[in-house]
């Protein structure tokens, strides 16, 4: 591959909100690159490459034989279960529709909407029963309808059929047989499922072992931990999707460009391009809206693979690609302005909220240490531990300023003065996928909070301090 077409790939991708890029080919990295702030070695918030994940349990369940079969009705295997708004369609519903999105089931999926589908499920004491008791709206396998509730039973499935939880079944049956090390998954529901539609964190580094399960057939270290069969039909996406996307158990594919893929929101990705022997790798905390497209990235990785066999060697491009990678990791400072004299009167009081969406209780900030930083105290809603405490610096430079990990990760935050009432304060936790911004506005005692998240959603707190 050529390293100064590799540099201008991570100069491009740069000009976005990326985490990471890491491209893989016969077996080796040839090009890996960390956009400041975020660093090797942090596990990522995957999203709905997740709902991958679930598929490849799945399919172990097949190759171990634990799953009969992926025509099996899906009722069947929760007998358990009372059923509601059962009929032939309902019936006709089996795990393959499920992996396919082709479940028929009535779903709404669009994020924070109050009739969404998810978030009612989120809040039933009974998730699995939930997404079974939907009504049907067609016929399974007729129609692509992406939700979430079809790789929840699937999760679900994996406790019926093994026991254990889709995190522990993973850990044994494909985390550890990889090699996998950084994986993290959000906790188990009241009946012990684990989150099936995403919740799941990987390295950048692991996410490419999963890929290169996939670019092998399944075979990792002679031994077949999924159906090639599987990856197969995973590569063809026998089901039209979206936006020209094809879909096949819970991967995309765009079969004319000859790759299939993990994706989630944010630009989580793991690409798989057969006939290249490539398998690349993208984090990033993007708006959907501004994202490198799938399309684009495939294009300029393909273009800078110039032949089978090693290249001349080629002292200027390889500079090129060292540069590329260390300007990436090298943050530039954004604008910033100058502080106001109400830094004096505002840093260290403690300003409480009314009730909001966010629940925070307090916030504080302080910018007349010798480190600027910040104090949310949140309400849990539970007895056992009524408040949580989050702290971190803030950089006012222009530049992150990263704190000490803690056990919910490693914060990241940096603010300015928009007008000399007004701080702006963007926090990122790295490998979360998302930036917070923070708008804070203060008059007098009072100060009103605009607070908004890379996924869209948007809440105003008003608070006050008696200090």
């Given at each position: 591959m050529d390293?100064?077409?590799?540099?201008?790939?991570?100069?491009?991708?740069?000009?976005?909100?990326?985490?990471?890029?890491?491209?893989i080919r016969h077996g080796k990295i040839v090009a890996e690159a960390y956009y400041a702030p975020y660093v090797a070695g942090i596990s990522h918030d995957l999203r709905s490459v997740t709902k991958s994940v679930v598929g490849t349990l799945t399919a172990i369940q097949l190759q171990k034989g634990s799953l009969d079969s992926v025509d099996h009705p899906v009722i069947d295997l929760f007998s358990d279960k009372e059923i509601q708004n059962v009929d032939d369609r309902k019936k006709a519903m089996t795990v393959q529709s499920l992996l396919d999105m082709t479940s028929g089931i009535e779903w709404v999926e669009r994020f924070y909407t109050p009739d969404e589908t998810l978030m009612r499920m989120y809040k039933s004491p009974d998730r699995t029963a939930f997404v079974l008791n939907q009504p049907m709206v067609g016929a399974p396998g007729a129609k692509f309808n992406y939700n979430g509730g079809n790789p929840y039973?699937?999760?679900?499935?994996?406790?019926?059929?093994?026991?254990?939880?889709?995190?522990?079944?993973?850990?044994?049956?494909?985390?550890?047989?990889?090699?996998?090390?950084?994986?993290?998954?959000?906790?188990?529901?009241?009946?012990?499922?684990?989150?099936?539609?995403?919740?799941?964190?990987?390295?950048?580094?692991?996410?490419?072992?999963?890929?290169?399960?996939y670019l092998r057939n399944g075979m990792w270290e002679g031994k077949q931990i999924i159906p090639s069969s599987w990856v197969e039909r995973s590569k063809e996406g026998k089901i039209s999707a979206t936006n020209?996307?094809?879909?096949?158990?819970?991967?995309?594919?765009?079969?004319?460009?000859?790759?299939?893929?993990?994706?989630?929101?944010?630009?989580?990705?793991?690409?798989?391009?057969?006939k290249l022997d490539i398998v690349a790798v993208m984090t990033g905390v993007l708006r959907d809206t501004e994202f490198y497209s799938t399309s684009g990235l495939i294009e300029d990785i393909s273009k800078a693979v110039k032949s089978d066999k090693?290249?001349?060697?080629?002292?200027?491009?390889?500079?090129?690609?060292?540069?590329?990678?260390?300007?990436?990791?090298?943050?530039?400072?954004?604008?910033?302005?100058?502080?106001?004299?109400?830094?004096?009167?505002?840093?260290?009081?403690?300003?409480?909220?009314?009730?909001?969406?966010?629940?925070?209780?307090?916030?504080?900030?302080?910018?007349?240490?010798?480190?600027?930083?910040?104090?949310?105290?949140?309400?849990?809603?539970?007895?056992?531990?009524?408040?949580?405490?989050?702290?971190?610096?803030?950089?006012?430079?222009?530049?992150?300023?990263?704190?000490?990990?803690?056990?919910?990760?490693?914060?990241?935050?940096?603010?300015?003065?928009?007008?000399?009432?007004?701080?702006?304060?963007?926090?990122?936790?790295?490998?979360?996928?998302?930036?917070?911004?923070?708008?804070?506005?203060?008059?007098?005692?009072?100060?009103?909070?605009?607070?908004?998240?890379?996924?869209?959603?948007?809440?105003?707190?008003?608070?006050?301090?008696?200090?």
């Open positions: 390293s100064a077409s590799l540099a201008r790939l991570i100069e491009t991708v740069g000009t976005y909100k990326q985490d990471s890029l890491m491209i039973l699937l999760s679900a499935l994996i406790n019926k059929k093994s026991g254990q939880n889709a995190f522990d079944f993973a850990k044994k049956e494909l985390f550890e047989p990889l090699g996998i090390k950084s994986a993290k998954w959000g906790a188990v529901d009241a009946q012990g499922v684990t989150i099936g539609e995403a919740g799941l964190f990987l390295s950048p580094h692991d996410m490419a072992r999963i890929g290169y399960l020209g996307f094809q879909y096949a158990n819970l991967w995309w594919s765009l079969p004319d460009k000859g790759t299939y893929m993990a994706r989630g929101r944010h630009s989580q990705l793991i690409l798989i391009i057969p090693p290249l001349p060697a080629d002292a200027i491009a390889a500079t090129l690609l060292t540069n590329a990678i260390h300007l990436a990791a090298t943050e530039k400072p954004s604008a910033v302005g100058g502080m106001p004299e109400l830094v004096k009167t505002i840093s260290g009081k403690t300003y409480q909220f009314s009730d909001n969406v966010l629940r925070v209780k307090d916030f504080t900030l302080n910018f007349l240490d010798s480190d600027s930083s910040w104090v949310i105290t949140t309400h849990t809603g539970k007895a056992e531990r009524p408040t949580d405490r989050f702290t971190g610096l803030v950089g006012l430079d222009g530049r992150y300023r990263k704190s000490p990990p803690a056990l919910y990760g490693i914060n990241a935050a940096k603010g300015r003065w928009v007008n000399e009432r007004t701080f702006a304060m963007e926090r990122r936790i790295l490998g979360r996928g998302e930036i917070q911004t923070w708008s804070l506005t203060f008059d007098g005692d009072k100060v009103t909070v605009n607070f908004e998240n890379t996924d869209g959603f948007k809440a105003e707190l008003h608070g006050e301090t008696s200090e």
